[in-house]
């Protein structure tokens, strides 16, 4: 993990933390998962999830369901209890969900909610955009809206034109986004490349706006939902590995001006592979304990 600095002279990374999953394995049917709100990630695997803290360098890790079961977690932060949660959901027979929270430095167990329909069952990891955690469902007419604080799911039907959009053209690359505290959910073009992009914004109803990179970029570049993230208030950040050197670009979109700016980091050690947009929290992990594991019989 590697935090961005910048000077009017010059840019560096500074490494915050190298973490070694030792107790995740990865099974070759599954992937390392990532979610992440204020400070905290929530990385989950095939036999643990584990919770970290760059800034205090800490890592938790808790034991999951079952090996073979398939679920997915969520992580917010409640900004006026300040209080983080961890929502784990999976799927059960006859179109119905389960779903647990874990309050971290409260909770000693999961507590189990009330079943829900089909809809809170998560397609993709979500994002918390003050205190409300976002996420797909299986069908893409709905969000899933979990308020962290009075731990309640509700539901956003999606756009009609962003769901013809993606089934006319049978490709699906989309994320939600926190567009300066709105939900926005972000679609590439077909080939992923900086043909042309689509934002919708959720504020009552959809707004819809089309955009695409500067005209004086030549470079025909792919583009994927992770390495996108939100920079500052306005911003929306695309990072993009040149694979003919090793520069790393970023770009950055304002959204209510609808321009452009950018910058290069030469000499970049690594491939990304996600960015995050994140900040600093002395969260300590060290008082949290172990919640017993659950048991869906």
């Not at 933390?17 to 990630?41: A, E, M, P, Q």
């Not at 969000?143 to 309640?152: C, L, N, P, Q, Y």
């Not at 009552?204 to 004086?216: A, D, K, S, Y």
């Not at 500052?232 to 209510?256: C, P, Q, R």
Request: glycine content about 6%; proline content about 3%; aromatic content about 16%.
């Amino acid at each position: 993990m590697m935090k961005m600095e910048t000077s009017p002279s010059f840019i560096k990374f500074k490494i915050l933390i190298s973490y070694t999953y030792n107790h995740i394995n990865i099974h070759f049917k599954y992937r390392l998962c990532f979610d992440y709100d204020n400070g905290l990630f929530c990385t989950w695997g095939v036999q643990y999830i584990a919770i970290s803290n760059p800034s205090t360098r800490e890592l938790k890790c808790f034991d999951v369901p079952g090996e073979e079961l398939k679920f997915l977690c969520s992580i917010g932060f409640e900004p006026e209890e300040k209080k983080y949660k961890v929502v784990l959901t999976i799927d059960i027979e006859e179109g119905l969900s389960r779903a647990w929270v874990f309050t971290l430095d409260i909770d000693t167990s999961w507590r189990e909610m009330i079943k829900y329909n089909q809809h809170i069952s998560p397609c993709k990891t979500a994002i918390c955009i003050s205190g409300i955690i976002y996420r797909f469902s299986y069908s893409l007419v709905c969000i899933a809206a979990f308020d962290v604080k009075s731990e309640s799911f509700t539901r956003i039907t999606t756009s009609i034109e962003f769901h013809n959009g993606l089934c006319g053209s049978g490709y699906e690359d989309y994320m939600l986004i926190d567009a300066n505290g709105k939900l926005g959910i972000l679609t590439f073009p077909p080939l992923r490349r900086t043909e042309y992009i689509n934002i919708w914004i959720f504020d009552e109803e959809w707004e819809h706006q089309i955009f695409q990179f500067p005209l004086g970029w030549k470079h025909d570049i792919e583009l994927n939902t992770k390495k996108v993230c939100k920079y500052g208030s306005e911003e929306i950040v695309f990072a993009i590995n040149m694979t003919s050197s090793d520069v790393l670009v970023f770009f950055f979109y304002h959204v209510k001006n609808k321009s452009w700016r950018y910058l290069e980091v030469k000499g970049f050690p690594y491939w990304v592979e996600n960015i995050f947009t994140y900040s600093e929290s002395l969260f300590s992990l060290k008082n949290i304990g172990l919640p017993t594991i659950i048991t869906t019989i």
